[in-house]
């Protein structure tokens, strides 16, 4: 655009028709609805576009053929630095989901996970003095249960998430962690805060070792 209008004759005439047929020859990548949903990931696929839904999927088309040349052409980096910043790049990304997952492990086995076992506790012992004087504990019963069932599905991620932690450890390759960090280890961090969150909407609050949301969005 720069090039064409910096010697254009009439600059509005030029302008005019520069964002018409720029508008024509690249209309298949025009989408006014929600990028982020479904719609645009089918219709994307139709068009023949590409849908970088990650991190670890678009960092690396930095260094696309297409993409050197623009900023080589322009003086904006060379060929060399560009893989640099890509190498970088990655490279902070994987080093940031590391620090976020063993954040993670550390609340989970060492503070959340201790908290509601100490209330399944409480539950149970509510649960226990009803029966001795023959009262209906059903309630405490599936309190417990949906406690008990998050809690295991809890460590049964941490485990999991430990072993994945192990697994990449030593990689050298950026590119490979990367990959393992978005494929394996983000979805395991997911599962595990779906067990917490469960967790959460059960544990009485004076259990619970952390803010809760209501607590940060409504007590200041």
């Given at each position: 655009?720069?090039?064409k209008l910096e010697s254009a004759k009439d600059f509005d005439a030029e302008l005019h028709d520069l964002v018409a047929d720029t508008i024509k020859e690249h209309k298949r990548i025009l989408f006014d609805g929600n990028g982020y949903g479904e719609s645009w990931a089918k219709e ?177």
């Open positions: 655009f720069a090039t994307a696929a139709r068009r023949g576009l590409l849908n970088l839904r990650t991190t670890a999927d678009a960092i690396p088309h930095l260094i696309d053929d297409k993409n050197i040349a623009l900023f080589t052409k322009y003086g904006v980096y060379s060929e060399n630095e560009l893989k640099s910043r890509t190498e970088i790049l990655l490279e902070n990304y994987v080093k940031t989901v590391n620090i976020e997952a063993l954040t993670m492990l550390e609340m989970a086995k060492k503070e959340i996970y201790p908290a509601v076992n100490r209330y399944i506790g409480e539950v149970i012992a509510t649960l226990k003095s009803k029966e001795q004087v023959d009262l209906n504990a059903f309630a405490d019963r599936e309190l417990a249960k949906k406690l008990t069932d998050a809690n295991d599905g809890l460590m049964a991620e941490i485990k999991t998430l430990e072993g994945f932690l192990l697994e990449i450890k030593g990689e050298e390759d950026v590119r490979t962690s990367s990959r393992f960090y978005c494929d394996k280890i983000l979805p395991c961090m997911a599962r595990l805060r779906h067990y917490a969150d469960t967790a959460e909407r059960y544990t009485d609050k004076t259990f619970w070792p952390h803010p809760t949301y209501a607590d940060m969005l409504f007590s200041v």
